[in-house]
């Protein structure tokens, strides 16, 4: 793995470290029940693995890999997967593979032209510079390397934001990026684009409680920004953002729109 890294001592956090921080923290927390609750995020991993060139490929890194859902399925394709996170506990809930780095994706370790492949479903949304990171992607892949790569896009969590306008004005749920800012960051790259695709998962849940839990359970409450809304609302401020919650067919659904990319490096 030494002739991977960049460096001995893994570089500092980038950009707001305790926002960082307190990400790792939330997906800490919630490392026990995300398997459990992440069924749109092992759906967006499924429409990813078939876009997986089936040539072989040596090394692969899993960035985001949280606990380590997709290493079964990545250690298929590829010599070498190394998983890759902020959270220590969601990598040591990972049992399959020996090694593994806790870091930042906004500050990669890797050395230039190291890796074949970068795979990570549902996590870049978390990079606070998207068009920075895809830069340093380009960087650490070799000539030929490949990307698999989900990330959350605008319109998603609607039905959260819905709700919770019954009690404030304030964001209760990130921003994201909207496909098209994707695919320009990707064009600014320089990346062949093999295949883009936007696609819409729902999941449904009993009540529009068990959809906040859900929320919750994956790690996804915590906001990117430090002057949006935190923290636990009062009983009565959650029955009226549970009163309000917008129903789609008469079921309470969580709406994410995800880009689905597949993308070569010359
Ligand atoms: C929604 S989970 C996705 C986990 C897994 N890839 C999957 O398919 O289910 C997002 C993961 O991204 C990680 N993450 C968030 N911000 C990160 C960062 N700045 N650097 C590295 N990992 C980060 C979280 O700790 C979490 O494990």
Known sequence: MSALLRNKILQPLQGDTLAKNKTA?????????????????????NELFKKINPQHAHTCIDLGAGPGVNLVKLNKHFDYVLPFD??????????VGK?????????????SSSVDALFSNFAVQW???????????????KPGGRVYLSCVCDGSLNEIKTA????????????????EQINQFVENTG?????????????VYPSPLHAL????????????SQNKRQGLLTKSALKKVCEQYPLIANQVAVSYQVALLSLQKE
Not at 196 to 202: D, M, N, R
Not at 213 to 224: C, D, M, N, Q
């Open 86 to 95: 902020l959270s220590i506990a969601m990598l040591k809930q990972s049992n």
């Open 164 to 179: 919770f306008s019954a009690v404030d004005n304030q964001t209760h749920v990130n921003e994201f990026h909207s496909f």
């Open 25 to 45: 923290a939330k997906f800490s927390q919630a490392v026990t029940n995300y398997a459990l609750y992440a069924n749109v995020q092992k759906r967006a991993a």
């Open 191 to 203: 990346f062949i684009i093999k295949n883009a695709e936007l696609k819409c998962y729902q999941d």
């Open 127 to 141: 990079s606070a510079n998207l068009d920075y990171l895809l830069n340093e992607v380009m960087r650490i892949l």
């Open 99 to 111: 090694t593994a780095i806790c870091g930042d994706m906004d500050a990669l370790p890797f050395q």
């Open 213 to 224: 839990r859900s929320i919750k359970a994956i790690g996804a409450t915590h906001l990117h």
